[in-house]
């Protein structure tokens, strides 16, 4: 016997699938899962199928949704004026919990990075500028990651969107709050530097 | 909308659970799952239930088990004189795949730790006083982590074991000391069953 039983084996296989977990990190989950009550488990196991069968992308922005449209499209209370575009879902989350933005969002599913085969049709950009030109929208803002990917997809984005006659802005580039300067890196000095504001 | 879907929370906390995996490992793990196809998820989903349905322990050694009795107790080519005994079959397999040891095991399911409140009625101990009773066996091996709880257990089990006449040894100290038996490579652990003394 030099294999574990084959359940275990294809369980452990499995959870080797998940970012960054190795074969020493999945024999660990198996055998804990292995010694758990088995309501747990199955607990574990519904959750799975759940998240696939009941979460899709929102119609409207492609946030996660259980119904046709996501909490923010379908709260009323929303400025339908403003969107802002995210790369992924948990950006948006992230937005949220500033409770500073009543507007919309649109969840473009990526960034655009040419050496990765990323292209602007494999993004919701088209969704995005079809979402414009029906809605009464007078900006929108991008909050795209700091990196080079995030920054050339916000200047495709802007080149796109400008022609339409909406504002476009970006959320500042600056020294995270809370933290001394001194941890600060120097693009990001720099980026704070250049958007000073009088005060 | 400050939270996930329901769904999804669900699936993180779930996650989260497993040993070691903290909020965001198990955000990351259930990103991944999202966004994978459903059939990937399916398979894990299952892979879990099988786990805990198709797995039961050995009715003889109490390792893992498909059916009635483990891989290693059915093989009539073992020998029966001779009882390895671990703590966990994560353990066995190590040692089976030293190819040096042809006898039979016998899982405790832990190690005796007063301090943890693991005393030797929680351990397998009273079955394997029953195994030496009723079958021929010349000598159990001991190997059992080479930490206090493992040296504890080991004197236990040789004060029960040497009235009934049976040869009691131990691997040797060729394994580091210190750490779990389940990080021995399997050179070390072949010399340390070589190099058994009895005691």
Redesign the interface.
Known sequence: ????????E??IS??K????VGRV?A????????NQE?E????????????????HPCAQCF????EQL???CS?PKRDRSLICVVS???EL?KL??THDYRGLYHVLGGLLSPINDVHPEDLRIAELLQRLKSEQVREVILALDPVVEGEATGMYLARAIKPLGIQVSQIAYGVPVGRDLAFADELTLSRALQGRVPI
Chains 1, 2 share one sequence.
């Not at 199955?42 to 696939?52: G, M, P, T």
Request: aromatic share 8%; proline share 9%.
């Open positions: 016997m030099q294999q574990y039983p084959q359940p275990l294809r369980l499995e959870l699938k998940l970012p960054g990190s024999e660990r989950f198996a055998f804990y899962l292995l088995t747990q488990v199955r607990r574990l196991s519904q959750a799975l199928v759940q998240v696939k069968e009941r979460i946030n996660y949704a259980e996501c909490p923010v709260d992924h879902p948990q989350l949220e919990r």
